[in-house]
């Protein structure tokens, strides 16, 4: 009975001992686990500002592009307007050349005339002059 008393105390004693070990080993991944848990924490709220980040440059992008196509629709109406005034330079461009060539034979004719009638008071004075001589 002695021998079963001391192996119950050797194999108690080994228990406690082991379960000394199995405590420590319990503490240790406590703390591992606690470690993890805070790490993966930190992770979760990084992946939260990634994601809301990520959304803030999706929301910025559809704003550009929204703004891209405007753009684009404002450059083709200026387009259509720069053609539209071009085209309205050119016709107004030769009327004004057919105009000025107008008022140029304008004032050739107007010149010719003018000679003409200082030819025709010419005239006059000498018939009046002759007028004179007759009647004296």
Known sequence: MEKKAGNAEGDVSSLRSRLI???GNAEKQEERLAKSTLELACACINADD??????ELENGVSSNEEAID???????ESKITLS???????DISRKLATLEA??????ERA???EKKISDI?????VVGQNLQTLEV
């Open 21 to 23: 070990l199995l405590h």
């Open 50 to 55: 990634s994601v809301r980040k990520r959304i």
């Open 70 to 76: 405007n753009l684009d629709k404002h450059l083709t």
């Open 84 to 90: 539209d005034s071009e085209s309205k330079y050119e």
């Open 102 to 107: 107008d008022a140029l034979r304008g004032n």
């Open 111 to 113: 010149e010719a005339a």
């Open 121 to 125: 008071e010419e005239e006059l004075k």
